[in-house]
């Protein structure tokens, strides 16, 4: 399968601080990037759908002005989270999906994630 | 909106047996994708096998198969001759035509028993 990158994988910042997180996929081009947060024992919660050369777009209720992502190149999206928090640390996943003709086909691979905590 | 639902939030299997985690969705669309997931205690997400709404037979991935019934809209996720290695978490998701967004069950953690 594809393969997606991540980085950092673990990250302790204070608090106020700003925090990048990238996300590359490595051997193909993706067009669209997701950015997904999950807490201890619980699902993937999609915050955002990241489109190469144009805007993010935000799920219901995730502050745009907090998670900045921005989605410069077919390879590479970033996320950013300013002024963290301790309610901020979470686990950071990004997918990236592989362009096919048929939308829902279309498998999205996974990076292998980011642990932030905030103190 | 979809909805995926995982009824079974832990499973023991013994090693060597066979296992299925259940997994019901709800759409109206008649275009979809389902697809599980694998989440081991290292966070990263471990694509392991895809059905597609227009599919006919059943996706099969080595010891992975998938039992679609789609008038009964399941798609429970069958793991032949268990292995230690199978521990993990394990999330059935489902896109639909309109944005290829995935949206995912609760998860079921499967513990293999040696």
């Known amino acids: 399968g594809a393969v997606v990158s991540q980085h950092p994988s673990r990250v302790i910042c204070k608090s106020g601080t700003s925090v990048k997180i990238e996300c590359r996929s490595l051997d193909f081009q993706a067009t669209t990037m997701f950015w997904y947060r999950q807490f201890p024992k619980q699902s993937l919660m999609l915050m955002a759908t990241s489109n190469e050369g144009s805007k993010a777009t935000y799920e219901q209720g995730v502050e745009k002005d907090k998670f900045l992502i921005n989605h410069a190149s077919l390879t590479l999206s970033t996320l950013t989270v300013t002024s963290a928090h301790p309610e901020d640390s979470s686990f950071y996943i990004c997918?990236?999906?592989?362009?096919?003709?048929?939308?829902?086909?279309?498998?999205?691979?996974f990076g292998p994630g980011t642990r932030l905590l905030v103190l | 909106a979809q909805k995926i639902t995982q009824t079974q939030p832990g499973m023991f299997v013994q090693e060597k047996e066979a296992v299925t985690l259940d997994c019901t969705y709800d759409t109206s669309d008649q275009s979809y994708g389902l697809f599980w997931y694998k989440q081991p205690s290292s966070g990263e997400m471990i694509f392991l096998i895809y059905?597609?709404?227009?599919?006919?037979q059943n996706a099969t991935e080595g010891r992975y198969s998938l039992n679609f019934q789609k008038a009964r809209k399941s798609a429970n996720l069958v793991i032949s001759a268990s292995q230690l290695g199978d521990s993990a978490m394990y999330f059935c998701a489902s896109t639909i035509n309109a944005g290829n967004m995935l949206t995912f069950g609760g998860g079921t953690r499967l513990m293999v028993k040696p």
């Open positions: 059905q597609g709404s227009y599919d006919e």
């Open positions: 997918s990236a999906r592989v362009h096919g003709v048929v939308l829902f086909q279309e498998t999205q691979y």
